[in-house]
């Protein structure tokens, strides 16, 4: 299919679905305490999403059975909410996908319970900084694989991997568009960036091996092969005629050449 370069109107939908995403993630934060389960991180979204008129993604896509992904510790991605009660030193992606009026966004973030150790906390900033080295390529006429050109380049340094098996994408009138964001790739390769166009970045980054292995019972949950921990952030991106908006930003993190505000200040202290 090829790359489709939104309209004004469209990328209007698409920034409202996306807020709505992202507030969403922002509505779960005072849940990550000991105890509470995932099932009720998952509530909260779905009485959220509904409430605002819209409609998880996610939900029965290809048969997945929830409102959004919960994906605790070693789990890379696609952990489904259940009975799993938080822990002190747990680590956990949350990814939200809404549809409102037809239009999709999909974000995804962090979140850490009680204590957790340095080396937790190390893969989650280093993640967080991946995500940003990626949105940084994000310009137009730029070869979408200095995406991932850098991403890894900066994961290896710090002597993490990077996921293969799972990648960003188009996102916007469809949940999974072209086209597909790899999270470590060749200098200079792959279509040229355009305004216009809206896709995800959403670096895996592991602890230990790349490799992921897919629950043999539920047939989602993505594992790594070692039991190490993974990380995820995920922003969806509009192109823009001189650079970027992060469309899934809501806080005003990312000037308009996708510099993180907050890392900027975090650099100067
Ligand atoms: N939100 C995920 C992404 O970032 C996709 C989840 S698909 C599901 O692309 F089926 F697992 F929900
Ligand atoms: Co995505
Ligand atoms: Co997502």
Redesign the pocket.
């Known amino acids: 299919m090829p790359i489709l370069i939104k309209n004004a109107a469209q990328i209007e939908g698409i920034r409202r679905s996306s807020h709505l995403a992202r507030q969403a993630l922002y509505e779960v934060a005072p849940m990550m305490i000991e105890g509470t389960t995932t099932q009720a991180i998952e509530d909260k979204i779905i009485a959220f999403i509904n409430a605002h008129n819209a409609k998880a993604?996610?939900l029965n896509?290809?048969g997945?059975p929830?409102s959004c992904?919960i994906s605790l510790n070693d789990v890379v991605?696609?952990g489904i909410p259940g009975s799993p009660m938080l822990q002190n030193g747990d680590i956990l992606n949350v990814?939200?996908?809404t549809i409102l009026d037809g239009y999709f966004g999909?974000t995804?973030m962090m979140f850490s319970v009680g204590d957790i150790s340095p080396e937790a906390q190390r893969l989650i900033n280093v993640t967080k900084r991946c995500m940003d080295i990626g949105i940084e390529q994000c310009y137009p006429g730029n070869s979408i694989g200095n995406i991932g050109y850098y991403i890894a380049q900066y994961a290896h340094a710090n002597g993490y991997s990077v996921v293969h098996q799972?990648c960003?994408?188009g996102?916007g009138v469809k949940?999974?568009e072209d086209p597909e964001v790899n999270h470590e790739a060749d200098r200079n390769s792959g279509v040229k960036l355009r305004p216009g166009m809206t896709f995800?970045i959403?670096p895996m980054i592991n602890q230990g091996k790349a490799r992921v292995k897919i629950d043999k019972r539920d047939k989602?949950t993505a594992r790594t092969i070692d039991g190490k921990l993974s990380a995820q952030f995920?922003h969806t991106v509009l192109i823009t005629e001189t650079g970027v908006e992060v469309l899934t930003d809501i806080v005003h993190e990312y000037n308009a050449n996708g510099v993180s505000q907050l890392a900027l200040a975090e650099a100067a202290s």
Do not use: L
Request: aromatic letters at 20%; one cysteine or more; charged letters at 20%.
């Open positions: 993604a996610t896509y290809k997945y929830a992904c991605c696609h990814d939200v996908t999909d995804s799972f960003g994408h996102v949940f999974h995800t959403e989602w995920e």
